[in-house]
């Protein structure tokens, strides 16, 4: 019994469908731009959007007719749909393009407008295929500090080090100015500090140390300037 014709076409049409949907597997299984997340998405996203249906709605305008394995999304839409902006995602395919990861083609519609269409170049992205078992190996883990063994002079039980008492005292003693007891005895207080008053301020006159002379006297009522009042007792 043989194969009806419609048959064969669905055959065609899952086959492509399901080589175009593998695209974005296959880069999901490579190791292309690794760490750097935002950039693979934008690739991922062109696979998936690898138009996978010939009866699909295609551009108006365009004079190209085979879309399946074609992403015609613009480049906001892709924008849109990875969170970010359009100018990356027109960095991303001019890096994807020089990479030869992906294929370009181009066309101006009626109204002057370009487009520009994508398909993922599989021989190239299988190149970049993760080796069988990668998952199985195992990765080295960022060390998180501190040493497995300790060191010579660390202070651990039984170390000599960690049993220094106070006839052990520090290999570098602190300086005089950082003691804690001063050194000298004289040093509560400076001896430009002492409370005897300097000769021109002393309170005693050569007038009043001569009974004979007398004493002057200030007067006004509770007055105190100098020159009021000079008498004689």
Not at 88 to 102: A, R
Not at 179 to 185: D, E, G, L, R, Y
């Amino acid at each position: 019994m043989g194969i009806s014709k419609s048959r064969i076409i669905k055959m065609v049409q899952e086959s492509k469908n399901r080589l175009a949907f593998s695209d974005f597997i296959a880069v999901g299984e490579s190791d292309l731009y690794d760490y750097d997340v935002t950039r693979r998405a934008v690739l991922k996203e062109i696979a998936f959007m690898q138009q996978k249906d010939e009866d699909k709605k295609t551009p108006e305008g365009s004079p190209f007719t085979d879309y399946v394995g074609w992403c015609w999304a613009s480049q906001r839409y892709i924008a849109a749909r990875v969170g970010t902006t359009d100018g990356y995602v027109q960095q991303s395919t001019t890096l994807f393009e020089k990479d030869d990861v992906i294929e370009c083609r181009e066309w101006t519609d009626e109204w002057g407008t370009n487009h520009t269409e994508y398909r993922i170049k599989r021989e190239k992205v299988d190149e970049h295929k993760r080796p069988e078992g990668h998952l199985k190996k195992e990765r080295k883990r960022p060390r998180r500090g501190g040493n497995k063994s300790a060191n010579t002079g660390s202070f651990r039980p039984g170390n000599t080090a960690a049993n220094k008492g106070a006839d052990h005292p520090p290999s570098q003693p602190y300086p005089a100015m950082l003691t804690a007891v001063a050194s000298h005895v004289h040093s509560r207080t400076p001896a430009t500090f002492t409370a005897v008053l300097p000769p021109t301020l002393t309170a005693v006159s050569d007038t009043a140390a001569n009974e004979a002379k007398g004493v002057i006297g200030l007067g006004g009522s509770g007055g105190r300037r100098a020159g009021a009042g000079v008498g004689f007792f």
